[in-house]
Every structure is written in structure tokens, then in C-alpha cells.
């Protein structure tokens, strides 16, 4: 996609805004799911950061576990897209596992770039997070609710950063080749698998290679953390979504002169470009980015 296109195809979403799954989004690929079942996703925490943008990311992100455990109908998981902490240190893993134990739905939680930050990152995140069942360097898959999810692992230092591998991806036509291909397929990852902006490391390399696997499929929906706003993505039957952070927001791709990085807004506006998001796989249903301005 060119730059221009790509740009004219996302936007920056404000509060509140619902979006209806349709024909080819979750709600037609939960069709036999379990009525009600519902999950949240929550992205880039980055306990341990401080500076200007938030001044308390503890505070925010105990906000966003509040806010999930007061929902009405209790989401079957929450999942983390990545970059739980700052610096991969070990009182910041402490700090957030405090924290994100008190939610009631169980938890799975993906690695950032900023939780493997050298040797030791990578063995606190998995002492802290990680799933027993998972497989290489942490990615796995599960059936739940009449749907296929799928856990992947792009991030690393150096070479690995925005990368799946191709023990990984061998892994995923192998995860993938017995389903069927009207088999609801839900993918979690942290670095968004289509191009965002390239240009920032807001893309994965390799991963055209994983979603020429997930073109089989006739629903497939990809939810990422990494660039801490909501833009969407389409192509054919898959679609992509991004998440807002807890931590701070980030500007848009082609805003003249801006660069990836935390963006410091007005202090009266952070609870409102900081959220989470709500799915329910029902037919009908629809897909919820919630601020913390909303709780």
C-alpha cells in the first residue's frame, strides 16, 4: 500500500467509537461461538516508565484493570499485546504482575520489544507471564468460544525486532493446516503484521508470509499492540486493528513532522487517547475501543 493510500485508509478514532464487526469481521466468524463469550485486550502498560507524557502509568494501568473487572459481562480472557513494562527490569515485572494479578478473567500476556531488553528480559517475562503451553520462543494457539486463536511472538533486539522467524512460521502452517477454512481464526501479536509505517518499525518484516497463511480463512481478525493508537487495516476476509495503550499516546503516521515516541497531550486529555478494548463473539455483534475517560 502506498504511503498515501495507507494513510488516507487509517485515522485517528476518538472516544468511544463502536465498531460493528459485519459480514466479515468477528461477528460472522464467531457464528457457533458461545453466546456471550467476550475477551478484552489491553496493550503497552510500560511500568517503569516516567516522564512527561504520563506521570503515573501504574495509576493508569490500575484504571484499565478496574475498568475491565467492572464490565457487566466478565470477558472469558484478557489478553496483553506486549510491552507490559519499560525496561524489562525486574521491580517493573513485579510492579505489573501486582497489578494485572488483581483482574478476575485469567490472563495471557505477549511480550513487547520493551520486555526482552537485554539477557535477562526474556527470563523475566517468561518467570512472570509466560504460558506453559507455549512453544520456541513463546508463541502458542487455543480453541475457545467456537474460535482458533493464535499467540504470536514478533519482537526482539537487533535482527529479531518486527520479525516471526521461520521456525515460528513454520510452526503456524502447521498450527493452521488442519483447520478448516471457515474455522474463525483470532490472532494477538505485538508489532502489527501489516505495514503501518514501515518507515517507524511499525510493521513485521516477514509477516506477508504469515498472512498469506490466514488467506485461506473466511474471517480472520488480527489485534496488535506496539504504536499505542487504533487504525484499521482490510485486506480481503482479514482484518487488522491496533489498540490504544494505558501508558501514553503516539502520533499519527504522516503527521508532518512527527516521529514515534511518547506524545505528551494536555493533562485533562490522557485518560481519553488511553483505553482498552472489548469483543464479543457473537453473531451481530459488535467490537468496543473504551477509553479510560469512559472507564
Not at 29 to 40: M, P
Not at 114 to 132: N, Q
Not at 188 to 208: C, I, N, Q
Amino acid at each position: 500500500m502506498k504511503r498515501r493510500d495507507f494513510v488516507h485508509h487509517v485515522a485517528w478514532t476518538g472516544a468511544g467509537i463502536v465498531y460493528a464487526l459485519g459480514p466479515s469481521g468477528l461477528a460472522r466468524a464467531a457464528e457457533g461461538a458461545t453466546s456471550g463469550f467476550t475477551f478484552a485486550q489491553i496493550s503497552d502498560s510500560h511500568i517503569g516508565y516516567s516522564g512527561p507524557a504520563n506521570g503515573d502509568v501504574r495509576a493508569t494501568l490500575e484504571k484499565t484493570v478496574v475498568a475491565v473487572n467492572g464490565l457487566q459481562n466478565q470477558p472469558a480472557f484478557v489478553i496483553h499485546t506486549g510491552d507490559v513494562t519499560h525496561l524489562s527490569k525486574a521491580e517493573e515485572f513485579d510492579d505489573a504482575r501486582a497489578i494485572l494479578s488483581k483482574l478476575r478473567a485469567p490472563l495471557i500476556t505477549l511480550p513487547g520489544e520493551h520486555d526482552v531488553i537485554g539477557a535477562d528480559g526474556p527470563k523475566r517475562f517468561a518467570a512472570s507471564f509466560a504460558r506453559p503451553d507455549a512453544k520456541g520462543r513463546g508463541w502458542s494457539s487455543w480453541d475457545q468460544g467456537g474460535a482458533h486463536f493464535v499467540a504470536l511472538i514478533n519482537v526482539g533486539e537487533g535482527e529479531t525486532m518486527g520479525m516471526l522467524g521461520d521456525e515460528q512460521i513454520a510452526w503456524l502452517a502447521n498450527d493452521l493446516g488442519s483447520r478448516k477454512a471457515d474455522t474463525p481464526i483470532v490472532v494477538f501479536g505485538h508489532v502489527p503484521l501489516f505495514a503501518a509505517a514501515p518507515e517507524w518499525g511499525w510493521t513485521t518484516t516477514d509477516g506477508t508470509k504469515a498472512i498469506a497463511l490466514l488467506r485461506r480463512f473466511a474471517a480472520v481478525t488480527v489485534l496488535n499492540g506496539h504504536i499505542h493508537q487504533i487504525l484499521e487495516h482490510q485486506d480481503g476476509a482479514i482484518r487488522f486493528a491496533t489498540a490504544r495503550a494505558t501508558a501514553w499516546p503516539q502520533a499519527v503516521p504522516g503527521t508532518p513532522g512527527a516521529k514515534p515516541g511518547p506524545l505528551k497531550v494536555a493533562p485533562e486529555s490522557l485518560l481519553g487517547v488511553l483505553g482498552y478494548r472489548t469483543v464479543e463473539l457473537d453473531p451481530g455483534s459488535a467490537w468496543h475501543d473504551r477509553t479510560l475517560a469512559q472507564g
